[in-house]
């Protein structure tokens, strides 16, 4: 039985581990890995055709936890306890607390005059006809009470001498539920912002733009955040953010530069596609290999020639369940800008922007539909390894290729475009700090 801390409006952990609230997925799930001993039994719960429409959840089944995930930034936004009877709980360790006593040590499920003794007054609460719950809440922490044995609602009668228990919440109403989260109202509440505890020596992108001119992309813009360190660690205890602009052309000096070491260095053993260019270009034998700069946390990989060791591709990452790679990648919230012709009108143009939550329908809608057919990604590494989660398909439109789930979403986005030639000067990059 897990013994964790209950911190309001901030998180539900002990000294070896601790679920914050803002906390990346990709980090939760890592924690989870680590304590697979400990923690057992999680379940990944989403929609697979509406993945934006409904909270990704990890689901800690013996423990009776979930973890729910804002859909679109896939960051923690409220931590559920449902079943207090698999977990030990404590709040302010520090204060001998009847909650502390009770709950902790004999799982007991804390009645309201014991949540008043440790947590203090609040508000009145809310009774859910529907739900036959009655909700307590605090700021960044609620209590939902099983009331389905009375037939009658609890009535509030003003008594300060008797605090909570004025209520009249009849007596042997079990705690059914416990929710953590920012803010005073947990049907408005929303991820916070990353803590500072979560940046971990990374950098992060707040958002990615896509540079280009009427032909096509030309690089990245990328906004990213970072936790400022000085001499001796932690300088100041803040997010610093910046800007940093990468091209297709540029060196590796010019990315390392730019965006620091990447994570991983992957070397191509073969090119798969090779087979899809004209066909002198099959016949040719490569000498070395081209290698990506993996930045997992950015959600980009850049692809390098192996001859010239010059950017020559950039894929950005979606990240949605039930893709092949989820979770290898943190999500790139990336921005695309178009300039579409209208129709009946040369000369008129309209502009449009192409983002991480963009449909293929909607993407054809704007862009036109391809002239050829997809190719269709498989995504098994050998004859044994199947993927569970079916083929994908990989359109090309504008120098860039769209990898399409069968459920209509972009998994990811390549961008390929000429290289500049050794005349033409780097574009200046730009960089900010807050």
């Not at 859909?71 to 009877?85: F, G, N």
């Not at 009655?134 to 389905?148: A, E, I, K, P, Y």
């Not at 109202?185 to 971990?200: I, V």
């Amino acid at each position: 039985m897990l013994d964790l801390e209950v911190v309001p409006e901030r998180s539900l952990g002990n000294e070896q581990w601790e679920f914050a609230l803002g906390m990346p997925l990709a980090q939760a799930i890592s924690i989870l890995q680590k304590h697979c001993r400990i923690i057992k039994n999680v379940q990944v719960l989403y929609s697979e055709q509406t993945p934006l429409s409904h909270d990704l959840i990890l689901n800690l089944t013996q423990d009776g936890i979930k973890l729910l995930f804002d859909a679109t930034s896939q960051r923690l936004k409220v931590i559920e306890v449902y079943d207090l009877s698999k977990v030990k709980l404590k709040y302010c360790p520090f204060q001998l607390s009847v909650f502390f006593f009770l709950w902790c040590f004999f799982a007991i499920a804390p009645t309201i005059e014991q949540i008043d003794q440790s947590f203090g007054a609040t508000h009145p609460g809310v009774y859910n006809a529907a739900e036959q719950l009655f909700h307590l809440n605090f700021r960044g922490l609620s209590f939902s009470f099983q009331l389905d044995s009375w037939n009658e609602a609890p009535k509030y009668e003003p008594n300060f001498a008797m605090g909570l228990a004025s209520l009249q919440i009849p007596h042997g109403a079990m705690v059914k539920r416990m929710h953590i989260y920012t803010g005073n109202n947990l049907q408005e509440t929303r991820a916070p912002a990353m803590p500072l505890a979560c940046f971990l020596g990374n950098i992060f992108a707040e958002c990615v733009d896509v540079l280009r001119d009427l032909a096509g992309p030309l690089g990245l813009k990328l906004r990213l955040l970072t936790a400022g360190c000085g001499p001796g660690g932690m300088a100041d205890g803040k997010v610093r953010s910046l800007e940093r602009s990468i091209y297709f052309g540029d060196s590796c000096q010019d990315v390392l530069g730019a965006l620091g070491s990447p994570h991983k260095v992957f070397y191509k053993s073969e090119d798969k596609m090779k087979i899809h260019s004209p066909s002198p270009h099959k016949q040719v034998p490569s000498k070395c290999n081209d290698y990506y700069f993996n930045y997992f946390t950015l959600g980009v990989d850049i692809l390098f020639d192996s001859t010239t060791h010059l950017v020559k591709k950039f894929v950005l990452h979606t990240n949605y369940p039930g893709h092949y790679n989820f979770n290898i990648y943190h999500r790139c919230d990336f921005k695309i800008p178009l300039v579409i012709k209208k129709d009946g009108a040369d000369s008129q143009t309209e502009d449009c922007i192409l983002t991480t939550n963009s449909k293929w329908d909607q993407i054809q809608e704007m862009l036109g539909h391809p002239m050829e057919k997809p190719v269709v990604l498989h995504r098994s590494s050998s004859a044994n390894n199947t993927n569970p989660f079916g083929s994908t398909f990989c359109f090309g439109l504008q120098r860039m290729i769209f990898e399409v789930m069968q459920n209509n979403h972009i998994a990811s986005v390549t961008l390929y475009g000429a290289p500049r030639t050794a005349s033409q000067a780097r574009p200046e990059s730009s960089s900010s700090s807050h």
